[in-house]
């Protein structure tokens, strides 16, 4: 269990140092006390302990509430987070970039020089149009006289 002490209103006035070392404190003793509990229930023996003092029968039945809920928030986060990774997966690099989710990929060539000659291997179609377009930049220009 995510065992811990789930209140923090006692901290009101401490310093941040304080606080924290409240809180681990806090924290241990919560863990303990689960821990306890937790063995207690597994064997049917918790029924002595929260008969005999009330205040450990209220601690427990919050503390347990508070853990199912975290357990739930965890829980959760992860199946949003699944989700999402698996939309994203569905999606090609294209989409993801139309979408913004994705930075446009890198052009994979250096804009030449006028005066220096290029041979480029033109071995796929993402070559090709960006050749056709730097050549279509190039194109209109010269037309433009720049």
């Not at 924290?27 to 005999?52: N, Y």
Request: glycine fraction near 4%; include cysteine.
């Amino acid at each position: 269990m995510p065992c811990m002490s789930y209140d923090t209103n006692w901290a009101n006035g401490s310093s941040d140092r304080d606080i924290k070392r409240l809180k681990a404190e806090a924290d241990k003793l919560a863990r303990i006390a689960c821990a306890a509990m937790t063995e207690l229930e597994k064997q049917g023996r918790e029924d002595f302990l929260i008969l005999k003092n009330e205040e450990v029968g209220t601690w427990w039945a919050a503390h347990k509430e508070a853990d199912r809920k975290e357990r739930e928030r965890v829980a959760e986060q992860e199946r949003r987070e699944r989700v999402k990774r698996e939309a994203l997966d569905r999606l090609t690099d294209e989409e993801k970039e139309l979408l913004g989710l994705k930075k446009p990929a890198a052009k994979r060539h250096k804009k030449a020089s006028n005066s220096t000659p290029v041979l480029v291997a033109i071995d796929d179609e993402e070559n090709i149009e960006y050749m056709l377009e730097e050549l279509r930049s190039s194109y209109n220009s010269l037309m433009k006289g720049e």
